[in-house]
């Protein structure tokens, strides 16, 4: 099928089982633009939470297939393809995650929506990066906390707010390969540009920013500032939102890591989130599958974190 007869189907389909299409700014142009609605991971649960279809398609990775499924266990929760993982997730294992916690009492249990619902069944207030400084300001000064599992947005929090949050030592495979040598040799190229960073990459890169903070800010700083030039580090999918909402400006992709003296590679991209494409789309819409399955007993107690995030984030 050609690229739009695919989506004309897509919509057709999309009418035809009452779905409604979430994609993360991480996925392809293509995928963005046919989607109901686009977002970053705190904006896309809010909406999963709210969403009145029969069947929630999520373009994104399984972990926010899960989410979906926690706040609307009710709805059908698809997702184009089921080997969408996460690098970040998986590094933070739930049966040692579990120990863990039990081997701290007395501490309040953070996690990073980036986690299985396994995870977040150990966890009392679930973060994202667009909400996370506020949620842990909310909380006593000398609150024992135990962040999970992203180490880099632990220590930016850290950092910012003076705590010593006890950190899994987690990562993302994508954010953990922007290094200063790319983003400097890039400010000597672009003087002017300023420098937007996500908290998940490490942190002297978080040091060179101009602006931290998740996908949604960063596209809202982008749009709204009077600079022209940007350089992002963070996934380039950004860039396709970042054009579209600004289309006189100019963004530079960040590449992932310096190669022999020059700066030549743009593959700063998720190989999880690029496993969505339209055909796929096309043919979960159309078999109604894969479908994201939770154990109950996981979703009433991870429903818990999600929606104390929920609650705090208003
Ligand atoms: P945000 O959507 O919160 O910016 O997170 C980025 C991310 O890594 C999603 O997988
Ligand atoms: Fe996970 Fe990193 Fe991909 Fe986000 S960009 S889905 S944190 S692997």
Redesign the pocket.
Known sequence: MDKQKLIEEIKRLKEEKNAVILAHY?TIGDIQDIADFVGDSLALAQQAAKSTADVIVMC??HFMGETCKILCPEKKVLVPDLEAG????DSCPAEDFGAFVKAHPGYTVLSYV?TTAAVKYYTDIVVTSGNALKIVNSLPKDEKIIFAPDRNLGSYINAVTGREMLLWDGA????EQFSTEAILKLKEEHPNAKVLVHP?CKRPVVLLADKVGSTAVLLKFAVEDDCQEFIVAT?SGILHEMMRQAPQKSFIPVPPEVSEGSIGCSCNE?A??RLNTLEKLYNCLQKEAPEIFVDEEIIERAKLPIDRMLELSK
């Not at 996460?86 to 997730?89: D, E, V």
């Not at 993302?172 to 954010?175: R, S, T």
Request: hydrophobic share 30%; net charge negative.
């Open positions: 991480y994104g990775v996460c690098s970040l997730a980036n993302c495979h994508v954010h998940e996934e998720c999880y989130m």
